[in-house]
């Protein structure tokens, strides 16, 4: 049998594919959303700082961001199959060392091998789902990928809360340890291989020279907050980025078969979808963390209560990718869902910031629901869009493309917010600060960032810490509600309605 075209299967082995694939995700997913609610714990049981923090989730998807597209180019050469396996076993193995870290470095190295682990997962797991699927059936295959993701995400804070508060974060890393051992078995049992048969090697000056981009200026952006951003080491990772990254753009350019295809750029449809999925990470899976954060450290709930004030964003990540693919996709093109999704996230992250200095939990509900419901619309029709324009022998390297975007917007976003939430806590603080404080600007910054509002034991150094907090998640909500808004832009000026056209519309073209 020809690997590189899929065979026919029945409704029980698409249903065992779809689990195989979605699974993964749903794992890498879970797992992200548990940690979230899990950082105040991890910092205080580890003594971490914010920049320990900021690494935490960093490490993760950095090293995430960086490997989805040579992963993707590992799959189409060696087997989807064989990837998505060893993928499986390097995260499962990662995640009892995170479980079991003595400190905020061991973990945060074991979170880089973890997320080495989830790029193998996710690029084999999305290009195999875009081979075994074709026409309406892609439509509904990836609604059941976007709604399984969404799953992990309304459980997630509720699991994350729930296991950090009654048997500590450690946990929070331990429950992946069963999911990947009955994973592997189904895998290795249920798929059957496939890879691009023209592909021959992998791209690695490529993936070298982009991996060194992005680690720079991730480096760049969480040092920065803590050295200065006029310190001369700040300068030279910045500018180390901007090298690395055209000597990627140099070494793509001549390779013959190259790990980023730069031609489905020049596809505006395509480019589209990808300021789309980028601006979702910046805008929203950013907010995953920082508002459990939040809740847990500005209102002072549990980590299982904050869990639970998240599920208006979570609940709706599982619920609308189902209506929307039941009620919407044989109505509406991509262009419209795609914008319309990034226009609510906007409007809701435009809510909370104006609603969040009442410090009242029922004054951001409103702008929480339509994050949630913005977010599950563009949950899985990020994908589906950038797909519809790439072959599907290519299906390893445009996953790899579209997952490195997702999660390259979650590195780079959270570190852009990280700097302007501290930058904004300074700006209140130096204002705000007595002269005959016991406590020096740059250490109250430091506590605040961390979490510490106490204001070391001061009545007034607690009320201008909680300010300060309150005035720095403004700010981040506002720069995310401007991402979003400007991609919406985008996505309706780019995406070609007729490319994206209704799924029933693209059936009949394919059945004609």
């Known amino acids: 049998m020809d690997i590189s075209k899929p065979s026919s299967v029945n409704a029980t082995q698409r249903l065992l594919i779809l689990l195989c694939v979605s699974v993964p995700s749903f794992m890498i997913n879970l797992d992200s959303n548990i940690v979230a609610v899990s950082l105040s714990s991890i910092a205080r049981t580890l003594g971490a700082s914010f920049a320990d923090i900021e690494w935490v989730v960093s490490a993760y998807t950095l090293s995430f961001a960086a490997l989805l597209m040579p992963a993707g180019a590992l799959a189409d050469r060696y087997g989807r199959k064989r990837l998505l396996i060893v993928g499986l076993v390097i995260f499962t193995l990662a995640s009892f060392i ?31 789902l875009s081979h075994s699927f074709r026409g309406a059936d892609r439509a509904r295959a990836f609604a059941f990928w ?12 509720v699991v994350g809360g729930f296991i950090t508060e009654h048997f500590g974060w450690e946990w929070a ?27 021959t090697r992998v791209d690695v000056p490529g993936a070298v020279t982009f991996s060194t981009s992005l680690f720079l ?11 200065g951003w006029s310190d001369s080491a700040v300068l030279l990772e910045f500018a180390g980025a901007a090298l690395s990254f055209l000597l990627f753009l140099g070494v793509e350019h001549v390779q013959d078969r190259p790990m ?22 910046v805008s929203l899976l950013t907010m995953l963390t920082y508002l459990p954060m939040f809740f847990q450290n500005g209102l002072g709930y549990s980590p299982q209560a904050a869990g639970l004030l998240m599920l208006p964003i979570a609940v709706p990540l599982f619920v609308v990718p189902r209506l929307v693919a039941a009620y919407l996709t044989h109505r509406l093109s991509g262009r419209v869902l795609l914008t319309g999704g990034l226009g609510l996230i906007a409007a809701g992250l435009t809510w909370v910031a104006v609603a969040i200095s009442q410090l009242h939990y029922v004054a951001l509900l409103p702008g929480m629901l339509l994050m949630g419901i913005g977010a599950g619309t563009l949950n899985g029709e990020t994908a589906k869009v950038s797909m519809s324009v790439i072959p599907p022998e290519r299906a390893g390297m445009a996953s790899g493309i579209s997952g490195t975007i997702r999660f390259a917007g979650i590195v780079i976003g959270f ?37 510490d509002l106490s204001g070391g034991g001061s009545p ?3 009320v201008l810490a909680l300010g300060s907090y309150c005035f720095g998640y403004q700010a981040i909500l506002l720069t995310g509600a401007a991402f ?25 073209g394919n059945n004609g």
């Not at 990947?180 to 049992?189: E, F, N, T």
């Not at 991609?487 to 799924?503: D, K, V, Y």
């Open 260 to 281: 980023v295809d730069f031609a489905f750029f020049r596809r505006a449809t395509y480019l589209g979808a990808i300021f789309s999925g980028l601006a979702f990470s």
């Open 217 to 227: 200026l991730t480096l760049a952006l969480i040092s920065g907050n803590h050295r």
């Open 415 to 451: 570190a852009v917010l990280g700097a302007v939430l501290l930058v904004q806590i300074k700006a209140r603080v130096v204002a705000g600060l007595p002269v005959d404080s016991a406590l020096t600007a740059d250490a109250l910054v430091h506590a605040i960032g961390a979490g």
């Open 173 to 199: 890393f331990y429950i992946n340890i069963p999911i990947g051992v009955v994973l592997v078995v189904l895998v290795s049992r249920t798929l059957v291989e496939s890879r691009d048969p023209d592909a």
């Open 146 to 157: 976007g709604t399984v993701i969404g799953i992990a995400v309304a459980l997630g804070p």
């Open 460 to 462: 007034a150094l607690r």
């Open 98 to 128: 995170c479980g079991a870290a003595p400190s905020a470095t061991v973990l945060n190295l074991a979170r880089a091998l973890q997320g080495a682990g989830a790029a193998l997962q996710l690029s084999a797991a999305l290009a195999t």
């Open 484 to 508: 979003a808004g400007i991609a919406a832009l985008l996505a309706w000026l780019l995406i070609q309605a007729a490319e994206t056209a209704p799924a029933d519309h693209r059936a009949q």
